[in-house]
Nanobody, 122 residues
Framework: QVQLVESGGGLVQAGGSLRLSCAGA????????MAWFRQAPGKEREFVAA??????STDYADSVKGRFTITRDSANMYLQMMSLKPEDTAEYYC?????????????????WGQGTQVTVSS
């Protein structure tokens, strides 16, 4: 079983930056993918970025390319968010998929954190 805990959300003005963290605990086995998703009120959960834990390859949604960077160290995953826009406002979740294949579909991720709120004011 995997436990994920996000932190680092908050209120920031448009153009500002935030760094989200995802701390993982439990049985991470083999090659797997970790990802960030977000969900705004009244909208579906959408893919933001993902990283293959062993290969370290990354993937991004078009809406965040060039502004967000996903990284990881031995135990944690991060999302550095730059040039934030009001449309980036959402609850941000980290997720784990126990197969080394990035998917943009939330349903293919097995484990989720509780989320951290990011609010970008105009």
């Amino acid at each position: 079983q995997v436990q994920l805990v996000e932190s680092g959300g908050g209120l920031v003005q448009a153009g500002g930056s935030l760094r989200l963290s995802c701390a993982g605990a439990g049985r991470f086995q083999g090659n797997y993918v970790m990802a960030w998703f977000r969900q705004a009120p009244g909208k579906e959960r959408e893919f933001v970025a993902a990283i293959s834990w062993v290969r370290r390859s990354t993937d991004y949604a078009d809406s965040v390319k060039g502004r967000f960077t996903i990284t990881r160290d031995s135990a944690n995953m991060y999302l550095q968010m730059m040039s934030l826009k009001p449309e980036d406002t959402a609850e941000y979740y980290c997720a784990h998929k126990a197969i080394d294949s990035v998917s943009y579909a939330a349903a293919e991720y097995y484990d989720w954190g509780q989320g951290t709120q990011v609010t970008v004011s105009s």
